[in-house]
């Protein structure tokens, strides 16, 4: 305490506790907290009881492994097998809902529904029940990048006909599952299915069909989305009075300097990343956003093609998308600086995604790294980000469905409780700015196969012991001051759990375990 305020605190009387307290900030009563997971990250049991094989199985089993560590989803967290220690973690922690993911190759193992899957089926009715039966409200997301292999031979994203394979499949989910789930997400990460599968290498199935790839993916993925969300609205609505939505990944792009060429490289950045995809939805216009059209068409022009390598929205596609949404689910964990750099010549590959948008994407040296690269914390980003979404798309129903910090592990998880602070304390200022932010899922409630970076990023509330049959999972002190959080719907930076004990338990493993009361 500084000395004013000490002064300050004799004069009016009042105890540091009441100072202390005065910092501490409330999420209003509705708000609601959650975690989440996703199918092939934490299920395993991929090739149990008829589950059709996905795109991360075959590369994952295939002599080029893409992963660091040389690893698969194969077992993961076994969710499969464990669901009711997931679902009471969910309950443990306090939480107002869980979101998870269904597996398109569990339910029809061939993508089609002529064949579905009742195993599989019942599978995510049991999980679903659990949840309810813990009061946790599950939600649920229909495709989270494990397309049923069957498909990909056809082409995948890239093939306009998966509009109707991906609608016949939400019409299944929703025929078994739409009485008890409410909340449905069409698709999670649209940038990182058709940036990270079709124009990279980044994700399965890796085409690196750079420049043309991840733009034939994107009209196809938004027009999945709008059919399956104009399916539930049109006939599930009246029956179940749910919501769908879409969660897509955000990066806030801040200008690295205060130069008009440094503005518009932050904003088509911007564009590119998200923009993409939360214009033709969430703007009252509709469609891919103006520039970003223009400097795709501009590119494809100068490079010799015939037409954009971007496939424009017809005025009924513009029609379709457009509102197509309940809510706007963000994912979104750090903030990047874009500049212009007149020699960007050699430093992208022609065509791509990057050389289109012409900006140049880097991290300030000053903000705090996590052991992954590419994250920093940058909660003022995460602000600016929300009053964008505000301005740009008339304030949608927003809800944060992932957001998190990796570490190597342990316990003692100090950086990510820190994170999870500054992130909270941000998402306050956004609401004071009257953004609509209606709900907080932490990536993720344990830990899981992190796709290209394997087992060696831990993004858990609960650290999962992989080398235990039993995969037991272990809460660490984050989950202990999310817990606090979800319970009060309070932020209190000094609030530490009174019963945090680490002590080496004399089970078989001796592994660390933390011993309280309720957790
Ligand atoms: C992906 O494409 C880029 C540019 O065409 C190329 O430099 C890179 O080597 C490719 N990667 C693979 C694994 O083929
Ligand atoms: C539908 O659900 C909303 C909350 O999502 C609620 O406010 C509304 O009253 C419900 N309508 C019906 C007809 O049950």
Not at 35 to 58: C, L, M, R
Not at 192 to 201: L, M, P, V
Not at 389 to 402: A, G
């Amino acid at each position: 305490m500084n000395n004013y305020l000490f002064l300050l605190s004799i004069f009016l009387g009042l105890s540091d506790d009441v100072i202390s307290k005065s910092k501490i900030r409330s999420f209003p009563s509705d708000f609601w907290f959650g975690a989440s997971t996703a199918a092939y990250q934490v299920e395993g049991g991929w090739n149990e009881d008829g589950k059709g094989s996905s795109i991360w199985d075959t590369a994952c089993h295939s002599d080029l492994n893409p992963v660091r560590d040389d690893s698969n989803g194969d077992v993961a967290a076994d969710s499969y097998h464990k669901y009711k220690r997931d679902a009471e973690i969910a309950q443990e922690l306090g939480l107002n809902f869980y979101r998870f993911s269904i597996s398109w190759p569990r339910i029809l193992p061939n993508g089609f529904p002529d064949k579905i899957n009742t195993l599989g089926v019942e599978y995510y009715t049991k999980v679903i029940n659990e949840l309810l039966a813990r009061n946790v409200t599950p939600v649920v997301t229909l495709y989270h990048w494990d397309l049923p292999s069957n498909l990909q031979k056809l082409g995948g994203w890239a093939n306009p006909s998966i509009v109707t394979w991906y609608t016949d499949y939400a019409k299944v989910v929703f025929d078994k599952f739409s009485d008890k789930v409410k909340h449905f997400i069409t698709m999670n990460d649209p940038k990182g299915i058709c940036f990270g599968g079709y124009g990279s290498e980044n994700t399965a199935p890796f085409l690196n069909m750079s420049g043309i790839g991840e733009y034939l993916c994107s009209r196809n993925v938004l027009l999945a989305h709008a059919n399956a969300y104009h399916l539930y609205d049109g006939h599930y609505r009246k029956l179940h009075n749910g919501t769908v939505g879409i969660a897509l990944n955000f990066v806030w792009y801040e200008p690295a300097s205060d130069t008009m060429d440094d503005n518009s490289a932050a904003v088509d950045a911007r564009q590119f990343e998200w923009g993409q995809y939360a214009h033709p939805i969430f703007s009252k216009a509709g469609d891919y956003p103006t520039e970003f059209k223009k400097n795709i068409a501009y590119k494809s022009a100068e490079q010799g093609f015939a037409r954009s390598r971007l496939n424009h929205l017809t005025a009924k596609d513009v029609t379709l998308i457009r509102g197509s949404a309940d809510f706007l689910g963000v994912n979104t964990y750090t903030t990047k600086l874009a500049y212009r750099d007149a020699s960007l010549e050699g430093m992208y590959t022609v065509p791509s995604y990057m050389d289109d948008m012409g900006a140049v994407l880097v991290k300030d040296p000053a903000w705090t790294q996590s052991q992954t690269n590419w994250l920093q914390e940058v909660p003022w980003g995460f602000s600016k980000l929300l009053i964008a979404i505000k301005n740009l798309y008339d304030n949608p129903p927003v809800y944060i469905m992932e957001n998190g910090w990796s570490t190597e592990g342990g316990l003692l998880d100090e950086d990510r409780i820190n994170y999870f602070r500054t992130y909270l304390n941000a998402l306050l200022d956004a609401l004071d700015a009257g953004c609509d932010v209606k709900g907080y899922s932490v990536w993720s409630l344990i830990d899981s196969f992190e796709w290209r970076q394997g087992y060696l990023d831990k993004y858990g509330l609960y650290e999962v012991d992989f080398s235990s049959p039993d995969k037991t999972r272990t809460p660490r002190k984050s989950a202990f001051i999310y817990k606090e959080i979800a319970r009060s719907k309070t932020l209190d930076p000094d609030f530490e759990p009174e019963k945090f004990i680490v002590e080496v338990t004399q089970d078989s493993q001796e592994k660390l375990k933390i011993e309280n009361d309720v957790l």
